[in-house]
């Protein structure tokens, strides 16, 4: 075994392990501190890791496993409900101020057109990464300026693999002639087809006799394969592994195991993409830095002030109000990941000289470091103007569209389908996570949205967006796994509300203790019906009955949190 390797792996986790926390407790992000690890440890730093040539090939994968779970998150139904600020306000967002850019690099650069505009592009996108976990740490997905930056987000998303397509065209030197192009494009569509048809009629019966007969391990092994074959048969017709990555994210995205398969994926992205931000810092030449800090630092606030004077009047003229356009335009003045993957594979190609490619990166970086306090400011700019409004108004009966978060549904069995059933009587969406396979595909047949997923795995919940869920109830027919559920939940989500279905008084009191909200016991609700239904059949009057009922029910419940025994 290679002790060397060992040793960079436990200085690079130990890095990580100090620099992470520290940064998220001073408000700065997770990123910002993975980056500055990586400039501490490397050559212009302490100067511990100095193959840092290597490991970026590892962690290279954190970026292709971004781009999975972005396809995957791509879901069709949602870009069209928020078709005008996607296509509209994020296509001209990236347009205009990529063009801007453009002309900015190729003036005072001395580059050629197609290195301006790959430069301009490239720099017009801001952090998906960033912004989307700053803006999901305080609830503000949904707010006045959260919506609009996460359709333009989604937009840049999209955009990144045409960049990725142009990097891997002009780079190649044999396609000089416009057949050499077709004949590259045409191949690119034929094993495009190829994986679609693959995943129709392959992939999609595989992951269903594999959840069914398949231990978790073979599951995990599976979603695994299906990323990295991808991305390698993209590869190898001279495109990129992360075009490949986000391809098979696409062909997964409306399948029932898409929960299961981000839960399996995730912490290898979230392991690996941080050594993606790490390998860059190590990259960067810190020295070029300090003897051209003015101009770097100038070059930084020029672009954010570029990307600030573009989406401040683009977002008014879609018809985002008050101080919202102020927030949407300081919250994604930065540039991001993928401008640092997009300069990484220039440079690796050629296309990027070294000393470009040093300031490029510098320059992306230090936006990156600016934006936990350019989020600060957007949100004390918007709130200012709205000091009674609350991040995210909780669900209410009748919210359609974007207005309504989907309660998460633990359990899709018999009383599971009847809750999902009376919600959707109520017009409240719901997202149901079950194990067994057969039943998933059943219910979505029947065009319920039912997802096969292990709903004790945070990870699983998280993928289903429980983290921005009104409450959660767990109706699943089994004790032991209801209780292992609430007790997830409460760890890991521990502001969410927790319904939970109970056997008897004693696992209402036992699923109260590990931190479920409310309980319901079904002896108690059993017994209450037969009861109704006897005594209205002796003639006694309903409102007599309701009434003893309900002091019967006020008596049961209120012992959960008393140490009463049942009898």
């Not at 073979?218 to 990555?245: C, D, P, W, Y």
Request: proline share 4%; aromatic share 8%; hydrophobic share 55%.
């Amino acid at each position: 075994m290679n002790i060397e390797y060992l040793i960079d792996i436990i200085i690079l986790l130990s890095a990580a392990v100090i620099a992470v926390p520290l940064f998220q407790s001073l408000g700065l992000g997770a990123i910002p501190g993975f980056l500055v690890a990586g400039i501490v440890l490397g050559p212009s730093g302490l100067g511990y890791i100095e193959n840092y040539d290597e490991i970026s090939h590892l962690a290279e994968l954190g970026v292709v496993l971004l781009l999975f779970i972005i396809g995957v998150e791509i879901n069709p139904a949602r870009l069209w409900k928020m078709k005008e600020l996607v296509l509209g306000l994020g296509t001209l967002q990236v347009l205009v101020t990529g063009g801007l850019i453009t002309i900015i690099v190729h003036a005072f650069l001395g580059v050629s057109w197609k290195i301006a505009l790959l430069t301009g592009s490239a720099l017009a996108l801001s952090s998906t990464a960033f912004v989307l976990q700053l803006l999901r740490e305080k609830k503000l997905l949904s707010s006045e300026y959260g919506r609009p930056s996460v359709a333009i987000l989604l937009l840049q998303d999209l955009a990144v693999i045409p960049l990725l397509a142009f990097v891997a065209l002009i780079a190649a030197p044999e396609l000089t002639k416009a057949e050499d192009v077709f004949i590259a494009l045409a191949e690119a569509i034929i094993i495009l087809l190829l994986i679609i048809v693959a995943a129709r009629y392959i992939l999609n019966p595989l992951l269903n006799v594999l959840a069914r007969f398949g231990s978790p391990e073979i599951f995990t092994a599976s979603a695994l394969l299906l990323v990295l074959g991808t991305a390698q048969a993209m590869e190898s017709i001279g495109l990129s592994m992360a075009m490949g990555a986000f391809i098979a994210g696409l062909l997964i995205a409306d399948s029932s195991y898409r929960h299961q398969i981000i839960a399996e994926i995730q912490p290898f992205r979230g392991l690996l993409l941080g050594l993606f931000f790490m390998s860059m810092g190590m990259s960067l030449d810190l020295g070029l830095f300090l003897d051209n800090p003015i101009v770097l630092l100038g070059a930084a606030i020029v672009l954010m002030a570029v990307k600030f004077i573009t989406l401040w009047p683009l977002s008014r003229l879609f018809g985002i109000r008050g101080k919202a356009p102020v927030s949407v335009a300081l919250l994604l003045a930065q540039s991001g990941e993928f401008a640092l993957v997009l300069f990484a594979l220039a440079y690796g190609t050629g296309l990027l000289d070294e000393l470009l490619f040093q300031h490029l990166l510098i320059v992306v970086m230090l936006t990156m470091l600016a934006t936990p306090a350019l989020e600060r400011l957007a949100n004390r700019i918007f709130f200012a103007s709205y000091r009674s409004i609350t991040a995210i108004p909780d669900v209410y009966i009748g919210a359609t569209g974007q207005d309504a978060r989907p309660v998460i549904l633990a359990g899709f069995g018999r009383m599971g389908h009847r809750i999902g059933y009376i919600l959707e009587l109520m017009k409240v969406p719901y997202v149901a996570i079950d194990t067994n396979a057969s039943l998933v595909a059943r219910e979505r047949s029947d065009g319920n949205s039912v997802y096969f997923g292990d709903a004790r795995r945070p990870e699983v919940l998280r993928a289903a967006g429980v983290a921005d869920a009104p409450f959660v109830i767990v109706a699943i027919d089994d004790i032991e796994a209801t209780e292992n559920v609430v007790s997830c939940l409460h760890s890991a989500f521990p502001e969410i509300p927790v319904f939970a279905r109970g056997h008897d008084l004693r696992k209402c009191r036992d699923l109260k203790a590990l931190g479920a909200n409310y309980t319901v016991s079904e002896t108690l609700e059993a017994s209450a019906e037969l009861a109704r239904t006897a005594l209205l059949h002796l003639g006694a009057e309903d409102p007599e009955v309701v009434a003893a009922l309900e002091r019967f029910r006020e008596d049961y419940y209120g012992r959960i949190n008393s140490d009463t025994r049942e009898r």
